[in-house]
Each structure stands twice: as structure tokens, then as C-alpha cells.
């Protein structure tokens, strides 16, 4: 199973732009920072992750308020077809508090 379910800061976002077969699509920047408890020690834990959305989600994503906290869910691709690196597909995000 492959999905990732995170909350974070809406950090960046690119401008909505639309593939060859017309599906829009909006790129963006996650920030998360949390306390996680690993092998029974507390640990702090802060990362970016390139995400992006697609079809009737991007235009939600692109209407979202920049530095706003969302509960994002979504699954892990590939970049592209030859790239090692992945991206967060989101599908679905809520606000959070």
C-alpha cells in the first residue's frame, strides 16, 4: 500500500498550468515539523517535500491559503519515469485548527 498522510505548512506554491491533454495541475512545497517518539526516545522532526496536485483537487490546492496548516492525503511517485526522487501526490486536504 502506498499512501502518506501528513500535516503541514503550505510553504510555496507554483502557478496552475495544464498538461497536453488539458488536466490542470498545481505544484507546491510542503513544510512539516513534528515530535515523533523512535525506539522510545523523543525525536524532532522537520522536513520539505515536493508535492503536486492534479484534476479538480489542484484548483482547492491553488485556492488555499499560502502558510496555512493542512492535513494532506496522498501517495508517493516517482517524479518522472527515470527520476530517483519522489513527489507527494496529494488527492484530498483539509484544514487543520
Known amino acids: 500500500m502506498n499512501q502518506l498522510q501528513v500535516v503541514a505548512l503550505l510553504a510555496e506554491r507554483d502557478v496552475l498550468r495544464y498538461t497536453p491533454a488539458g488536466i490542470p495541475i498545481v505544484t ?41 496548516t493542512f492535513r494532506f492525503t496522498g501517495f508517493l511517485a516517482r517524479r518522472n519515469r527515470n527520476s530517483k526522487s519522489v513527489v507527494f501526490h496529494i488527492v484530498d486536504f483539509d484544514l487543520v485548527g
Open 28 to 68: 507546491a512545497r510542503l513544510q512539516h515539523q513534528s515530535e515523533q517518539v523512535e525506539a522510545g526516545i523523543k525525536r524532532q522532526v522537520e522536513f520539505d517535500i515536493a508535492a503536486m496536485a492534479a484534476g479538480e483537487i489542484s484548483g482547492r490546492l491553488n485556492r488555499a491559503a499560502l502558510g496555512g
